[in-house]
């Protein structure tokens, strides 16, 4: 079946230690997003990427990277400069350009620092 | 900038009570807007979607309507079912292309049999 893949499910990170979560989308989407959610928040905007190798910040990009170097693939690093990181992390893509075709989600990580 | 406000949680009703989720937002020109739901420890899954001025979307016996005049894309279902129970989540995508959904807060919906 299509659709998005995140691993892992849970994540810890130690302090001053970078971390990458995966995402992985067998849709042939050509977008692609990552999306911090923290309690009681809607989701927010790290960055986001229309095509490969190329890629922009959202709203909350301070202390994270990512790279696409393949249509479907779209890791996320989280940086030791990100000093609030826990929090649950989605990722999702849709048909590049279409603003009214739905995002597709995966079903998450959620990283907490030891 | 854009915007999406929904009523706070969590709402609690009964099995077979008619549901309402408010949701209003703020942004420029048309946006597509959606409502998501996601269920505990899973990600968002759409619901249902309407991409202009008076569309209705409707799925699994919610709807909303898309009132421009009103900013507003409220979430509804005349009978809900304990498995209704989740986050819903209204979401809108502004004019100009696919650049990252805009979410509200989310409501905590909890149906008690």
């Known amino acids: 079946d299509g659709g998005i893949t995140q691993s892992p499910k849970y994540l810890f990170r130690k302090e001053g230690q970078n971390v990458t979560l995966s995402c992985e989308q067998n849709l042939n989407h050509d977008a692609m997003y990552w999306y911090r959610q923290d309690p009681g928040q809607g989701l927010r905007l790290i960055y986001y990427s229309h095509i490969v190798n190329d890629f922009q910040k959202g709203d909350i990009a301070e202390g994270y990277s990512v790279s696409r170097e393949k249509k479907e693939s779209f890791p996320l690093t989280v940086t030791s400069a990100q000093k609030n990181p826990t929090a649950f992390y989605l990722c999702?893509?849709?048909?590049?350009?279409?603003?009214?075709?739905?995002?597709?989600f995966g079903d998450g990580t959620r990283l907490s620092i030891l | 900038g854009n915007s999406v406000t929904q009523m706070e949680g969590p709402v609690t009703l009964s099995e077979e009570a008619f549901l309402t989720i408010n949701c209003t937002y703020t942004?420029?020109?048309?946006?597509?807007l959606f409502w998501y739901v996601q269920y505990p420890g899973e990600g968002l899954q759409l619901l249902l979607k309407?991409?202009?001025?008076?569309d209705k979307g409707s799925n699994k016996g919610f709807e909303a309507t898309y009132r421009k005049e009103t900013t507003s894309f409220h979430l509804e279902k005349g009978s809900v079912q304990v498995s209704d129970s989740a986050v819903y989540f209204c979401a809108l995508s502004p004019r100009g292309g696919a650049d990252g959904l805009t979410f509200g807060k989310g409501t905590h919906l909890i149906i008690q049999p």
């Open positions: 999702a893509s849709s048909t590049r350009g279409e603003r009214n075709q739905p995002q597709h």
């Open positions: 309407a991409t202009k001025a008076d």
């Open positions: 942004a420029t020109g048309y946006p597509s």
